[in-house]
């Protein structure tokens, strides 16, 4: 007869380690800077150039005035070896990635360039 073997730990043994992913993560606030949120075009936009550095895991909602997300991507996103899409900027992935933002331009009338967008690494997750 057939058994069911199970395969994951035991919630105790997970409690302050997350067993069950075992990939490394890195979590970003965006602040685009610009009203984003009014069109699906813009943030797709926004989002794809994202996640030129990693498969985005989670995003979370917009906030402050459809300005800003929390992401959690794939990779260890140390260093300070990043290249900007248009090669003009090496540096952290939040400098690369800020680059990259602004470089989007207009899209949907959106415009990413009359900004100044920022990306943070986050070391803990913040609920307000």
Do not use: C
């Amino acid at each position: 007869m057939a058994g069911i073997t199970k395969t994951h730990p035991k919630v105790a043994d997970i409690i302050g380690e997350l067993r069950a992913w075992g990939k490394e993560v890195t979590m970003l606030a965006v602040d685009f800077n610009v009203d984003a949120d009014g069109s699906t075009l813009a943030m797709e936009a926004a989002l794809n150039q994202i996640s030129r550095y990693g498969n985005i895991v989670m995003a979370g909602a917009v906030y402050g005035t459809g300005q800003q997300i929390d992401l959690i991507i794939e990779g260890d996103l140390a260093g300070s070896d990043y290249v900007s899409a248009d090669g003009t900027v090496t540096g952290t992935v939040a400098q690369a990635m800020a680059e990259d933002l602004i470089n989007l331009g207009t899209v949907d009338g959106v415009n990413f360039a009359t900004g100044t967008p920022a990306v943070t690494i986050k070391s803990t997750l913040q609920f307000a």
